[in-house]
């Protein structure tokens, strides 16, 4: 990877702008359809309502991170880039008014009881299936199931995620740094995604994925020792680090300096 100049952008929002409260709720219900799309990982379909939604509401953060994570599944990393980014500003813009964080927290909150309730249907959807016979249960392909096990993780890490951005105070979520530095790394700036990701660790020092991804770059910019560190905080948060990874850095130390 041939790390690339310039791909941080500059903040592009205006934080005076006014929404008026018909685009406001247009921009709040695309933003629903996109977001369901974004957990079922149908990335083409969820790109046109998430950018509708930042599009009639620049100020909702919520909307550009998840077109950054549309896009990232798009592969289109430095749209992805542009994406985080003006949600990270989104964000700093609601740290500037009172009555923009109460918004922040509301919106939050009503995703949040959205997602229980659809956990909750899920989850009864299953018990009934355990009531029928083996051969009523098995009418459903290996594959739904794997797609329905997969949607209900992905629901109750958006819920946990969200947990820890309701009421947080004035400051970027982590969570937000962590896409932004992994944009940028895949859009070939490591210089950038290295930035992206101490800040995320600034924010959550126990962010096992940011010392994960960290290590990674730290390898490719043959810091071994760096690099090493941040592996075993990974582990220590839980993460399970690639033996790959592992082995690639031991390589490199035995090879000596480059």
Same mark, same amino acid.
């Given at each position: 990877m041939t790390p690339a100049v310039g791909i941080a952008l500059a903040s592009v929002l205006d934080c005076s702008l006014v929404v008026a409260d018909a685009e406001r709720q247009q921009a709040l219900s695309a933003y629903a359809a996109g977001r369901d799309l974004?957990?079922?990982e149908r990335w083409a379909a969820a790109e046109d309502p998430l950018a509708a939604a930042a599009r009639l509401d620049p100020l909702h953060p919520e909307s550009h991170y998840a077109l950054g994570q549309a896009l990232m599944g798009l592969a289109r990393y430095p749209e992805a880039v542009a994406a985080f980014t003006r949600s990270r500003e989104a964000f700093a813009c609601a740290?500037?008014?009172?009555?923009a964080?109460?918004?922040?927290?509301?919106?939050?909150?009503?995703e949040m009881r959205s997602i229980r309730e659809r956990v909750? &249907?899920?989850e009864q959807e299953r018990l009934k299936l355990t009531r029928?016979?083996?051969?009523?249960?098995?009418?459903?392909?290996?594959?739904?199931l794997a797609e329905s096990n997969r949607l209900l993780h992905e629901l109750e890490s958006r819920l946990d995620e969200l947990g820890r951005w309701k009421g947080q105070g004035s400051r970027v979520p982590p969570e937000v740094y962590l896409a932004l530095g992994s944009a940028q790394f895949n859009?070939?700036?490591l210089v950038d995604a290295e930035r992206e990701y101490r800040a995320a660790l600034g924010l959550d020092p126990h962010s096992g994925d940011a010392h994960n991804n960290l290590a990674v770059v730290l390898m490719l910019t043959n810091r071994l020792e760096e690099a090493e560190r941040e592996?075993?905080? &990974?582990?220590?948060?839980g993460v399970p680090v690639s033996p790959r990874l592992k082995e690639e850095i031991r390589k490199r130390k035995q090879a000596g300096p480059r």
């Amino acid at each position: 990877m041939t790390p690339a100049v310039g791909i941080a952008l500059a903040s592009v929002l205006d934080c005076s702008l006014v929404v008026a409260d018909a685009e406001r709720q247009q921009a709040l219900s695309a933003y629903a359809a996109g977001r369901d799309l974004v957990m079922a990982e149908r990335w083409a379909a969820a790109e046109d309502p998430l950018a509708a939604a930042a599009r009639l509401d620049p100020l909702h953060p919520e909307s550009h991170y998840a077109l950054g994570q549309a896009l990232m599944g798009l592969a289109r990393y430095p749209e992805a880039v542009a994406a985080f980014t003006r949600s990270r500003e989104a964000f700093a813009c609601a740290e500037l008014s009172d009555l923009a964080r109460r918004e922040a927290d509301a919106r939050i909150a009503d995703e949040m009881r959205s997602i229980r309730e659809r956990v909750r &249907a899920m989850e009864q959807e299953r018990l009934k299936l355990t009531r029928v016979s083996w051969r009523e249960v098995n009418s459903e392909t290996p594959l739904t199931l794997a797609e329905s096990n997969r949607l209900l993780h992905e629901l109750e890490s958006r819920l946990d995620e969200l947990g820890r951005w309701k009421g947080q105070g004035s400051r970027v979520p982590p969570e937000v740094y962590l896409a932004l530095g992994s944009a940028q790394f895949n859009a070939g700036s490591l210089v950038d995604a290295e930035r992206e990701y101490r800040a995320a660790l600034g924010l959550d020092p126990h962010s096992g994925d940011a010392h994960n991804n960290l290590a990674v770059v730290l390898m490719l910019t043959n810091r071994l020792e760096e690099a090493e560190r941040e592996v075993k905080l &990974a582990e220590k948060a839980g993460v399970p680090v690639s033996p790959r990874l592992k082995e690639e850095i031991r390589k490199r130390k035995q090879a000596g300096p480059r």
